[in-house]
């Protein structure tokens, strides 16, 4: 009864962190729009999703209408880009 408790309380605790990771912040969309907009492509701010410590871009269109997803680290640094 103890664990269960105990399991329960770790998880109630542990749910706000998680759920701030869902999705990036206002100020981390708008450096990456900035970014994007550098390299010559945008997206919808939407397809930005949190993943391992990173942002994973989904259905970013470049010049030329190429389509890409790209990884960034947490520092915002394009660690993959891969076409679709």
Same mark, same amino acid.
């Given at each position: 009864m103890k664990l269960t408790f105990s399991l329960i309380t770790a998880l109630l605790v542990a749910a706000p962190v998680f759920a701030a990771d869902e999705n990036p912040s206002p100020e981390v969309i708008a450096k990456i729009e900035a970014?994007?907009? %550098?390299? /010559? @492509?945008?997206?919808? $701010? &939407?397809? #930005?999703e949190v993943e391992d410590g990173g942002y994973d871009?989904? &259905?970013? #269109? @470049?010049k030329g209408g190429?389509?890409? %997803? #790209? *990884?960034? %680290? $947490? &520092?915002?640094?394009?660690?993959? *880009?891969?076409? /679709?």
């Open positions: 970014i994007l907009a %550098d390299m /010559e @492509c945008q997206m919808d $701010s &939407d397809d #930005i871009l989904d &259905d970013v #269109i @470049c190429r389509q890409f %997803d #790209i *990884k960034m %680290d $947490s &520092d915002l640094n394009v660690i993959e *880009k891969r076409a /679709e």
